[in-house]
């Protein structure tokens, strides 16, 4: 919600800052920003009663000296006849209606009028419309103005179960459908109550007599609707977010005198339906509980001079909570109050002892299998449980985000194949990937659940000389994890790659156990590496292709091999993304090593360019030509 | 010369894989967590609305338990988590203060763009003894703030809200770029959940804190898009190594 500084501050006696008043509000827990001197606000649910300028300076005035005591029409009103039922009186416990005839339409508004829609960027529509906005933003509470002339009817209020095709004054045209709070005039919805009116009866700029409806909707009745129907409306925002339920007489009031601040009034009238007595909610004086729940000292005096001044009514025992704080019920709600006034930063910390708990194992058995796995290669992913294929046990989510992914994955293999293929098709060569996750299905009509550790394997056995040229195999991953892990049953399988779209030809090997299946004995395994203690920086990472380069050496002098092999493996270039030695062959009969090293490029903002790659492996090999003993067989 | 008969082959140099960085990140908090003295909970991640919403005092009305916010499963008859609160409920209904949990795992919620997904993680901790109060609670998260980001970063406090806690709080820290960023929430556990959990609410009260793994990830490695966690893009994996 955006509030105009100059529209809060004129309230405020102090005249303080945009910025005092800024620190004021992050203070009291209202979030905002500010652009061009307007707030653009951020409350928290459970403060509807700040929605408006009255509101937020109830808020304020624990701070400072505050008059929001804009006039009201104060002269007796007679009673409006009106042709009106209530068949939802507890969901709409008050209403008002008011019927205002003017002379004339006014051509120019009073500056507090223009400057409302000047300050804040807004479009005029009609002279009541406009005034019922202004109300709304002044007060909170919002109204909604009929073409009186349009009324000709009886108007109810009522639950509406039935579809019916509705056009907003906006409009647009929606679809009712369930269940619905309306306003009917002759059996035809004219407002959706509490989030936007109909078309047919809304005012225009030559309406002269409106019909202004006030009223109190529980918020249980409004919330969802201008979400379900996709309707901008502020009404409905500040009626989810609770209303003040003793302000609707108030509002007609003020609507009245603004309205006679523009125009001469022919003829006004008015009629409050009040179905049921409002509650008042008081509470019992206890500052040692405040004291108690904040952790601090305040006295009595100053607890309740705070309460005072945001409104609540004290005495020496009780405390009796203003109509439109409907957030407040506990003696825990009054203390976040005192501590929202204080300020949440200037509460001092009081030390915590925690008595040391049982240390618990329940990640042992999964922390020492991620070990093991990271110490052969493997990179964990997480994945979204969201498929979209089930089978008749699968679990389907009844609202998904994508129509497509409305079923819970029931294994764990089928997302890491298709992490595979993804990074087969960018370029990767060796791939190793495992995930641990739960996997839900029904049984017995019941949810199971169980705890999966999935593997899945393709490509080279890794990127060093030993491994470069062998292929990941179901018989490579068996000896692997059998002689780290003896007695534990992996079972391997090869996937089939017939079905999938990829040129690549490596076998897809992959297993997927039940972490439940695992013994004890995996707490034995003694891992060789742990992941980093510090924090890495995270480089962004390039979508565009690789270009790889190898260059094979043939050293037959040895002394500089180690300089060598030094000077290429770190070797650094923003485009070079990795270099290793994938052969080296000692031929001790010749008196010869042959080294090859492979190269990897990529740039981040553009596909690499073989000159590119050639300008850098350039540079090497004129630094490697200057060594005595060391030569790349077939190169002029 | 020296002969190539001494010349020892180049050291293999295996290649290691990683652990995903949200759940390192998970781990290394929770132990953080371990070590001052919280015990390890674990929970469903399909929960009932009982123990998501209504032993949490979310009342029926309240915008998250609409359709748009919680994914729902099987006919509405269970959704899937959207905190990992339910799980301190269980653990409040099996065990008698004092306690102190904490848990930590996949929530979901229906929202997807660079900064949210359906499927994301958090830990949450819980603490109930006699006389817990708000200052206590600014003493633990001082702790974890400074654990997490070091005892120079400047921190917070901000009143929020959360139908499970009162008064509740959200923590902000100053980024380097001197932008406030909210990283947790927290707040005295209302007494209606206690009470809704069997725990005298006037012998004793609670502390409790939440907190976004991918959110702190995000700030610690630097990570823009929050979707970039979830690609299983070798590239960005072994950047975490």
Same mark, same amino acid.
């Given at each position: 919600?955006?509030?105009?500084?100059?529209?809060?501050? /004129?309230? @405020?006696?102090?005249?303080?800052?945009?910025?005092?008043?800024? %620190? +004021? $509000?992050?203070?009291? =827990?209202?979030?905002?920003?500010?652009? /061009?001197? @307007?707030?653009?606000?951020?409350?928290?649910?459970?403060?509807? %009663? +700040? $929605?408006?300028?009255? =509101?937020?300076?109830?808020?304020l005035s624990v701070f400072y000296n505050v008059n929001t005591n804009q006039e009201i029409y104060n002269d007796k009103l007679n009673k409006l006849e009106i042709d009106f039922e209530n068949l939802s009186q507890d969901i709409c416990p008050q209403i008002s209606f008011l019927k205002l005839e003017i002379e004339n339409i006014p051509n120019k508004y009073k500056d507090y009028l223009n400057d409302y829609f000047k300050d804040l960027n807004l479009n005029k529509n009609n002279f009541f419309t406009d005034i019922s906005n202004y109300v709304s933003y002044e007060n909170g509470q919002p109204t909604h103005c009929y073409d009186a002339n349009k009324i000709d009817g009886k108007i109810v209020f009522k639950e509406l179960h039935a579809n019916q095709e509705f056009e907003t004054l906006l409009e647009k045209k929606i679809n009712l459908s369930d269940k619905n709070h309306v306003f009917l005039l002759n059996d035809k919805v004219i407002n959706l109550a509490g989030v936007v009116g109909g078309k047919e009866t809304s005012c225009s700029i030559d309406t002269k007599t409106v019909l202004v409806e006030c009223a109190f909707f529980k918020p249980e009745a409004i919330i969802g609707k201008s979400v379900k129907y996709d309707i901008q409306s502020e009404a409905s925002y500040k009626f989810e977010r609770f209303v003040d339920p003793e302000c609707q007489e108030k509002t007609i009031r003020r609507f009245i005198k603004i309205v006679e601040e523009h125009t001469n009034i022919k003829d006004v009238s008015l009629i409050t339906y009040k179905y049921k007595k409002n509650n008042v909610t008081k509470i019992p004086v206890n500052t040692n509980v405040i004291n108690q729940i904040i952790g601090t000292n305040i006295s009595q005096n100053e607890y309740l001079t705070y309460l005072s001044k945001l409104g609540f009514i004290v005495n020496d025992e009780n405390i009796e909570v203003p109509s439109y704080r409907s957030d407040i019920e506990t003696q825990n709600d009054l203390a976040e109050e005192i501590a929202r006034v204080i300020g949440y930063d200037n509460i001092e910390r009081n030390e915590i002892n925690i008595p040391k708990a049982k240390l618990s194992n329940i990640y042992d058995i999964e922390n020492k299998l991620r070990f093991f796995l990271l110490d052969h290669g493997f990179y964990e992913v997480i994945n979204s449980p969201f498929v979209g294929t089930g089978s008749s046990n699968s679990i389907c989510v009844d609202n998904p985000l994508d129509s497509n992914k409305k079923f819970l994955r029931s294994n764990l293999t089928q997302s890491l194949l298709e992490n595979l293929l993804f990074n087969e098709r960018r370029q990767k060569d060796s791939i190793k990937l495992f995930e641990i996750s739960d996997i839900y299905n029904i049984k017995?009509?019941?949810?199971?659940?169980?705890?999966?550790?999935?593997?899945?394997?393709?490509?080279?056995?890794?990127?060093?000389?030993?491994?470069?040229?062998?292929?990941?195999?179901?018989?490579?991953?068996?000896?692997?994890f059998r002689e780290s892990l003896p007695s534990e049953n992996f079972e391997f399988k090869v996937l089939s790659r017939d079905s999938l779209n990829t040129k690549v030809k490596n076998e897809i090997i992959s297993c997927e156990v039940d972490i439940s299946n695992f013994s004890t004995d995996v707490l034995s395994y003694s891992e060789i590496s742990k992941p980093p203690e510090s924090f890495i920086e995270y480089s962004p990472i390039s979508d565009l292709p690789y270009s790889i380069r190898d260059l094979s050496f043939s050293v037959k002098d040895f002394t500089e091999l180690d300089k060598f092999k030094k000077y290429i493996l770190e070797f650094k270039h923003d485009l070079l993304k990795e270099v290793f030695i994938f052969d080296y062959f000692n031929n001790e009969k010749n008196a010869e090593i042959k080294i090859g090293f492979r190269f990897v490029f990529q740039s981040s903002d553009s596909t690499i360019t073989e000159t590119q790659v050639?300008?850098?492996?350039?540079?090497?090999?004129k630094h490697i030509e200057e060594i005595d003993g060391i030569t790349i067989p077939g190169l002029n | 010369m020296s002969s190539n008969k001494d010349i020892s082959a180049p050291k293999i140099i295996k290649d290691r894989g990683s652990i995903h960085p949200i759940n390192h990140l998970k781990d290394s908090i929770m132990n953080l967590l371990v070590?001052?003295?919280?015990?390890?909970?674990?929970?469903?991640?399909?929960?009932?609305e009982k123990f998501n919403f209504d032993m949490l005092n979310i009342k029926k009305t309240h915008p998250a338990r609409q359709m748009h916010d919680t994914f729902y499963v099987e006919n509405k008859s269970n959704?899937?988590?959207?905190?990992?609160?339910?799980?301190?409920?269980?653990?409040?209904?099996?065990?008698?203060?004092?306690?102190?949990?904490?848990?930590?795992?996949?929530?979901?919620?229906?929202d997807d763009d660079a900064t949210h997904l359906p499927m994301f993680h958090q830990i949450e901790g819980i603490l109930v003894d006699k006389n817990i109060s708000f200052a206590h609670l600014k003493d633990l998260i001082y702790k974890i703030v400074y654990s997490l980001f070091g005892e120079d970063i400047e921190l917070r406090f901000r009143p929020s809200y959360f139908p499970f806690t009162e008064p509740s709080a959200e923590v902000d820290i100053l980024s380097s770029e001197g932008k406030w960023l909210e990283i947790l929430g927290c707040g005295l556990v209302n007494p209606v959940v206690l009470e809704n959990c069997n725990i005298d609410s006037n012998s004793y009260s609670g502390l409790a804190f939440g907190l976004g793994i991918e959110r702190i990830a995000m700030l610690k490695h630097g990570v823009k898009d929050i979707r970039d966690f979830y690609k299983s893009n070798l590239d960005f994996l072994s950047q975490f190594k």
């Open positions: 919600m955006k509030i105009a500084y100059r529209h809060l501050v /004129e309230y @405020i006696n102090e005249n303080p800052s945009i910025e005092e008043i800024s %620190d +004021c $509000l992050f203070q009291l =827990g209202h979030e905002h920003e500010i652009e /061009e001197n @307007i707030f653009n606000m951020e409350f928290t649910p459970n403060r509807g %009663d +700040c $929605l408006s300028i009255n =509101g937020l300076l109830r808020d017995d009509n019941k949810v199971n659940v169980s705890r999966k550790l999935a593997v899945i394997a393709s490509g080279r056995a890794g990127h060093n000389y030993r491994d470069f040229s062998k292929k990941i195999s179901k018989k490579y991953l068996d000896s692997l050639n300008n850098i492996i350039d540079v090497i090999i | 070590s001052f003295g919280f015990e390890i909970i674990d929970g469903p991640e399909i929960e009932t959704l899937l988590r959207t905190h990992t609160s339910p799980v301190q409920i269980r653990g409040m209904l099996e065990k008698r203060p004092p306690l102190a949990f904490i848990s930590g795992g996949k929530v979901y919620r229906k």
